[in-house]
């Protein structure tokens, strides 16, 4: 049974992930600092999947605590997802995110160096396509120009990886470009638990639903899309999670870099979101049409074809699926993780 390190792994895509993984029948093994999760996450993990999880608080820059996880464990891969990714505090915060995102990067490749651990998969995201290239984004398209300094750790780490597997060719690197990841696991135990107001659509959406926020504002309907309101390729969070399990079998049996798009291919208003969400769910859901949010661009999303071909993967839930089990998650856990119960 291969073991799988999953840095930053008590976070929202992480948490999912572990549960996919322990269902393939992969041992999981977690080190988390709590930035921006709970240790709770795994606990219930354990209970959905019914199995165990060996979880360390730690924080991955740590190089000495970092390299007794490496030494305790026979480590097969690496999954990095121990990052911060709110775009905003990234904007007045810059030093605080490259520092984070960056040296846990080069703090698991020196322990991966350390201990001959060869694999590694990485959480990059859609946002390192810029406002360059054109809709719908491939994977041999040039990073473009970010717009923030969040965006920018994840072009520079993408960088990172692509240095160090070309110095060592028997690294095998999986850079993932995640589209809009939404939903939750469709039990309702673990989902998106953000601290403070939320920044991204669907988390702002259950808020309101919950009545935690008065009224969702639609930044923008005058964008030359097919309903004036933004459209993004969101993507339910269990078919990224299993994108994951396929990554792994990849990185597992190959060498050099590889990047893969996980998105749907398919774009989604806003306006289009507020819809299903409201129908799915029978809620009526607060909101108005406020002005365009800075950086947005009008529409992004994947051509997902790569993945299909070479990872045999490819999403199966629809959007419906996504509002349902958004606001299942939510109203279970009005509180997030806070009032486990
Ligand atoms: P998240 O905040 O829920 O998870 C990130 C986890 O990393 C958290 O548990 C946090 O505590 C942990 N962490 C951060 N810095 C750490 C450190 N120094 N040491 C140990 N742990 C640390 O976010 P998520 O949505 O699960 O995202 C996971 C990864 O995917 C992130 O790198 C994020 O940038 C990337 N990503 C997310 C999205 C998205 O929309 N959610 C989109 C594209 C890329
Ligand atoms: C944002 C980040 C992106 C990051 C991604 C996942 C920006 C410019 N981009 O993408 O770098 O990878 O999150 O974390 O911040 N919307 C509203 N009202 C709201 C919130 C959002 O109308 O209260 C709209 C936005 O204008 C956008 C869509 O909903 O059109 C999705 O927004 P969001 O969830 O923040 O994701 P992105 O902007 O696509």
């Known amino acids: 049974m291969a073991a799988i390190l999953l840095a930053g792994g008590a976070g929202y895509i992480g948490s999912h992930t572990a549960v996919e993984l322990l269902n ?15 240790p709770e996450a795994i606990r219930r993990v354990e209970e959905i999947t019914g199995k165990q999880v060996k979880l360390y608080e730690a924080d991955i820059r740590d190089d000495k605590k970092l390299l007794e996880i490496f ?26 995110y490259y520092r984070n995102n960056i040296d846990t990067t080069l703090s698991l490749l020196e322990a991966m ?16 396509y810029g406002e360059e290239n054109s809709v719908p984004y491939t994977e041999e398209m040039k990073r473009g120009v970010c717009t923030n300094p969040y965006g920018w750790t994840k072009a520079m780490t993408e960088q990172i990886f692509e240095d160090a597997a070309k110095a060592d060719p028997s690294l095998s690197v999986v850079l993932l470009r995640y589209f809009n990841p939404i939903g939750a696991h469709p039990s309702g135990r673990i989902g998106e638990d953000p601290r403070g107001i939320p920044n991204n659509l669907m988390p702002y959406v259950t808020q309101v639903a919950v009545g935690k926020r008065e009224c969702l504002t639609i930044f923008g309907h005058d964008y030359p899309t097919k309903d004036g309101t933004c459209t993004r390729d969101y993507i339910h969070v269990v078919d990224l999670a299993k994108g994951h399990v396929k990554a792994v079998d990849y990185v597992l049996r190959h060498n050099g870099t590889e990047i893969f798009n996980l998105g ?52 199966e839930k629809t959007l419906d699926d996504m509002c349902r089990d958004a606001w299942n998650w939510q109203k279970q856990n009005p509180d997030g993780y806070r009032k486990s119960n």
């Not at 029948?25 to 709590?34: C, M």
């Not at 201990?115 to 995201?125: A, L, P």
């Not at 365009?292 to 045999?312: I, S, T, V």
């Open 71 to 96: 030494r305790e464990n026979q480590i097969d891969a690496v999954i990095h997802f121990a990052g911060l990714k709110a775009v905003g505090e990234s904007v007045a915060k810059p030093v605080m």
């Open 24 to 38: 393939a029948g992969y041992a999981v093994i977690v080190a988390d600092n709590y930035a921006n999760s709970s």
């Open 264 to 315: 749907t291919g398919t774009p989604y208003s806003v306006k289009e979101i507020v819809e299903s969400f409201e129908r799915v769910n029978a809620i009526k859901l607060n909101h108005v049409y406020g002005n365009r949010r800075l950086g947005d661009l009008a529409e992004f999303y994947a051509n997902a074809d790569k993945a299909e071909r070479l990872l045999g993967w490819k999403t």
């Open 113 to 128: 160096q350390e201990t001959g651990v060869k694999n590694i998969i990485f959480s990059s995201s859609a946002t390192v």
